[in-house]
């Protein structure tokens, strides 16, 4: 194992497989253009040899550069709720990622975040694409398989610059025991485009997050799309939000959600309050075992000239596109599972194509307890 | 290969379908026609086994198996095949996925086949999602080639197929039914319901059947049935006595 990819070598194997569900590497780096590893609040590594880019621990970048005070609890406050106000109160954990004007990666980052211990695991970092800047990033979060009761609180700040581009695709791999709590906001500048994928296919006790993207600049890009399975004993609030507070932005925010006997209760909020901005929330559920989904999506406008949509719809699989996959020879689980792979397939417009194997992955996983 | 015998069916409740016979040997087509809500449909909906239409009474007996109580899929794995009239959209499952699914991963026989039904470009769409009325009954011709069933039963296969397209479906259905080899050697069966006729001219079709209020009114040459319901219309079929 080469010396960059230190401290996933004093991981068990068991656990290295729990990230590597994630979509991360932890064998080496090909393929990825930087690495960042915390467990619990211990942080084994932050390197990338990407030209432009960089990325280190958070005290570190705190003190190195002073202007990072611009970006530092800037996009969500420190008061927030009581999640915020617990990692405000600490020693500052977690990563920058910062993406010079103009420079670009042609393999995605890897960060993981990795919880071991029975207890809070926090985190707070801040991901800055500057002027021009295209960065893909894969967020993988997960658990030990002896972490019996912990939760996860994080706050993430994204700022996408003008023309820049961010699309971060996070797979989340917790227990059934542990509660997580993001906190994000992202700010986008003019044209800058922002793509945020969310993958959750494994049981988690309670995940709690409500993601914010501010479209500040004319003509900036935001979507959202979120895949979301339920397990029994799973509590899965989620959610997206857009503000569009620019001419010319628009949002898309996108939620397959499926239930095989947990909650999942689907959020999505946009908001249009300046003239020329465009936005829509799509939430298409399956009740595969009796739980719950409760879609709440919400669209708010304020002057002549937004044009806000959503549609929402919880249902079953149609007993015709079953039996039309059965005369193809298909038996009724294979053509159902078929259908429920084909629901979940949200193909994303400009997403590298090894960020799409992840997610493709992690469903094809959880597919197999359909 | 296939025995209908004294077969009744169910829709929502109601039975459509009276005492239905029908034997069809292999390599013997046979034309089904009727008029609209007539349960032409329904019958073979219910040789394929669908929920919907439920057998109360009577047997299906194919290549010697009583398939009357057998899920769809083994009878599509027995070899019977349907080409639907409007079948559902699948949004997410591209045409090209099922077809691997279906042929085994024989991505080559695929290109080949979806080629020559002017479907190639079609692949990586979900399937039957925007399509027009022509493009799904060359997306469903294009399935039955790779399924290879042994009884081919085409619901209004020429219903939307613009003229241009006409013959390639009209003559890859009578592959499908082996009309391109000589009768002796024939092993497919095909039961095709038309209401145009239009398919007659591709394939020699070797028994037709009227159908009116579920039940069979009269059998004979198919040409003789189509030409008759030309100049007539059904409604004498409805007054003719004879069953």
Redesign the interface.
Known sequence: MPESMKGYSDLGEEDRRRIEMTGLQTESLEGRSGSFLQVDEHIHHAQTDSKGIEILALSDALEKYTWLEDYYWKAVPRDKDEITQYIAAREPKGYVLIARKGSQTTFPLQTCLFLAKDDIQYVHNIIIAEEGAELHLIAGCASSMKTKKGAHYGVTEIYVGKDAKVTSTMIHTWGESIEVYPRSVTVIEERGIFLSNYVCMVPAKKVQMYPTAELRGEGAVARFSSIILATPGSYLDTGSRAILSAKGATAELITRAITTGGTIISRGHILGSVKDTKGHIECRALILKDGTIHAIPEIEGRVVDCELSHEAAVGKI????I??????????D??TA??I?????VKISGLPESLQTQIDAAIDAAEKGF | MLIIEDLHVEVEGREVLHDINLTINEGETHVLMGPNGSGKTTLLRAI?G???SRITEGSLIYKDHDITHV???ER??LGI??L?QR??T????KLG??LA??SGGDSERIDEYARHMNMDTFLER?INKGFSGGEIKRSEVL?LMI?KPDLVMLDEPESGVDLENMSLVGNAIAALVEKDQHIINRKKSGLIITHTGYILDYIDADFGHVMCDGTFKCHGNPREILKMVQSKGYKECIACQRV
């Open positions: 149609a007993r015709d596109e039996e039309y996959l059965m005369a193809r020879g298909l038996s009724e294979e053509a078929t259908i792979r084909g629901f979940l397939d | 394929m669908f929920g919907s899920p769809i899929h599509a794995r095949g349907l639907f079948p559902p699948v949004s997410g499952l996925k099922l699914v279906t979900d399935q399924q």
